[in-house]
């Protein structure tokens, strides 16, 4: 199947900083990535979805300006988390599809923030 | 409003077979996923489903009626490591997924 890589699979940082995650689609074109969000214990939430070329679309509730995200090629979508603070500590996936909208979902290994 | 129920926990025994259920309420209908997750990593797929019917891949197999918003997943000849959480998803007229809270599955020597 296709591979989606998600970098890094661990961060720890300081309140008050930035922290960027990448998803790289390897094998495939991905027009569409998803952002989620996993605190533990609960399901996964959709935080927004990227869409190559153009601004991303977010879920009701996430902050545009504290989640950035950027799709600038087919292969590489990146969420920055700006000023972090502890409460953003949580368990962040990407995922991408490889053709049309109803193909298959292809996860990234996941990235475990820290905010300290 | 959009809603996808699925049992907290689950115990089933090693060699035997398991029914995870699973029902939705969504706007529009475009195919149902199930996932397997283990603790600490990404979701995988395992199964997709948008005609009604039973769908059988090995071990799993998973079934849809659009009629009744139901589906369930069934995991034969259970082994330990599929001691996991099984989350439902279906996927609305807007190709969003609703995800479910997941099924926690505790396999029993």
């Known amino acids: 199947g296709a591979v989606v890589s998600q970098h890094p699979s661990r961060v720890i940082c300081k309140s008050g900083t930035s922290v960027k995650i990448e998803c790289r689609s390897l094998d495939f074109q991905a027009t569409t990535m998803f952002w989620y969000r996993q605190f533990p214990k609960q399901s996964l939430m959709l935080m927004a979805t990227s869409n190559e070329g153009s601004k991303a679309t977010y879920e009701q509730g996430v902050e545009k300006d504290k989640f950035l995200i950027n799709h600038a090629s087919l292969t590489l979508s990146t969420l920055t988390v700006t000023s972090a603070h502890p409460e953003d500590s949580s368990f962040y996936i990407c995922?991408?599809?490889?053709?049309?909208?109803?193909?298959?979902?292809?996860f990234g290994e996941g990235s475990r923030l820290t905010v300290l | 409003g959009q809603n996808i129920d699925q049992p907290t926990e689950m115990t089933a025994t090693e060699g035997a077979i398991v029914q995870i259920n699973c029902t939705y309420q969504?706007?529009?209908?475009?195919?149902l996923f199930w996932y397997q997750q283990h603790a600490g990593e990404a979701p995988t797929f395992l199964s997709y489903n948008v005609l009604d019917g039973l769908e059988e891949k090995g071990r799993f197999s998973s079934f849809l009626s659009r009629s009744k918003g139901y589906s369930y997943l069934l995991l034969k000849e259970l082994q330990m490591k599929d001691s996991a959480s099984y989350l439902c998803a279906a996927m609305d007229s807007n190709y969003q997924l609703i995800w479910g809270a997941g099924t926690k599955l505790i396999i029993k020597p």
């Open positions: 995922s991408a599809r490889e053709s049309g909208d109803t193909g298959e979902l292809f």
């Open positions: 969504t706007s529009g209908f475009n195919g």
